[in-house]
Nanobody
Framework: QVQLVESGGGLVQAGGSLRLSCAAS??????MGWFRQAPGKEREFVAI????????YYTDSVKGRFTISRDNAKNTMYLQMNSLKPEDTAVYYC????????????????????WGQGTQVTVSS
């Protein structure tokens, strides 16, 4: 059984930065990712990282602003968010899939086996 615990959310002004963390228990991580859900909207894909290789993939709206990374020794994934915009406001969730995932399937929430509880990110204008 895997448990995912997110941290690092908060309130920040537009143009500011935050770093989210997702600590994972257990082993055999294939792909880990970040999703977000704004009020009244569906949960949407943000970024993924392949645990073994460090390969990354981002949704277009965050490319050049967000960076996903992982620390194998700490079993922790990060999301560095820079140049934040009010439209980035959402609850951010980390997710884990036991298998390695292709880019074309990374946005499919049903492909992920475990989810964290979420952390709120609020960007004020």
């Amino acid at each position: 059984q895997v448990q995912l615990v997110e941290s690092g959310g908060g309130l920040v002004q537009a143009g500011g930065s935050l770093r989210l963390s997702c600590a994972a228990s257990g082993s055999s991580f294939g792909t880990m990712g970040w999703f977000r859900q704004a009020p009244g909207k569906e949960r949407e894909f943000v970024a993924i990282i392949t645990w073994s290789t460090g390969d990354t993939y981002y949704t277009d709206s965050v490319k050049g602003r967000f960076t996903i990374s992982r620390d194998n020794a700490k079993n922790t994934m990060y999301l560095q968010m820079n140049s934040l915009k009010p439209e980035d406001t959402a609850v951010y969730y980390c997710a884990l899939a036991r298998s390695r995932m292709y880019r074309w399937e990374s946005a499919n929430r049903r492909k992920y086996d475990y989810w964290g509880q979420g952390t709120q990110v609020t960007v004020s204008s």
